[in-house]
């Protein structure tokens, strides 16, 4: 699969890998212990664990795609190992846990206590990965193996590390966002540049890019080319 995009999304600026262009709000440290099991609860008929190897017998896959921070940096041509979300709902998920009908969320939860939110047709959409490794290397504990969500179209901070619980929601009331709640948007879509709540994502560009230095001085150097 290559979800990489011929042209940035409004207000993205391409930064080098061997940058950190994220927001100190969403930064982790390195999971201490990788889960060995992800448990799938929540709105479904029977709670099910399952092991490393059921997760391990899904088709294998392969998804190239860039990687945006809502602070505007993005990472191009990202090339991740792994699974499709869909097989990992159509052959585990679905058949085994028989999701409630009134389940339209799902929480994703890290090992590191860390958790995002989502709508459950943003994951089933074709797009959406939980990636293993990433350019041929296995995810460690820093990148967040063994198992990452990767979602193209949303943030990155909804990238969750060390998958380790997928909590399936009939709504998200009770839901508590990490971090400051005015950065935590509903679904996040980098096309739309949701940022934020109740802010538009366009007038959030100059601050956040302002809070991370690497975005801050690529922006500055297309400030200087634009001049001569």
């Known amino acids: 699969m290559d979800h990489t995009e011929r042209s940035l999304p409004p207000g993205q600026i391409a930064v080098l890998r061997s940058q950190s262009p994220g927001l ?7 999971v201490g212990k990788a889960p060995q099991a992800m448990d799938i609860s929540g709105a479904v008929k029977t709670e ?19 990687f945006h921070y809502a602070s505007c940096g993005t990472l191009r041509g990202l090339r991740w190992g792994g699974y499709a979300f869909d097989d990992l709902w159509a ?27 989502f709508r459950l047709d943003d ?20 990148r967040g193996g063994p198992w990452r969500l990767i979602v193209p179209a949303l943030y990155g901070h909804k990238s969750v590390k060390a998958v380790c619980r997928v909590e399936l929601c009939r709504d998200l009331a009770g839901y508590r966002p990490m971090g400051a709640r005015f950065l935590d948007h509903p679904r996040a879509r980098v096309a739309l540049e949701e940022r934020a709540r109740w802010v538009p994502g366009v007038i959030l560009r100059f601050p956040l890019r302002a809070l991370s230095r690497p975005v801050r001085r690529m922006a500055g150097g297309l400030s200087r080319l634009r001049q001569i």
């Open 48 to 66: 099910t664990v399952f092991s490393a190897n059921d997760i391990g017998a899904l088709p294998a896959a392969e998804m190239i795609s860039d």
């Open 123 to 142: 994951l089933l959409d074709g797009k959406a990965f939980l990636a293993t490794s990433l350019d041929g290397e296995a995810l460690d504990g820093e």
């Open 24 to 30: 100190k709000w969403f930064a982790k440290s390195p």
């Open 91 to 117: 052959r585990l998920i679905e058949p085994r846990t028989r999701p409630e009908d009134r389940a339209r969320f799902v929480v994703v939860h890290g090992s590191d206590g860390y958790r995002a939110s």
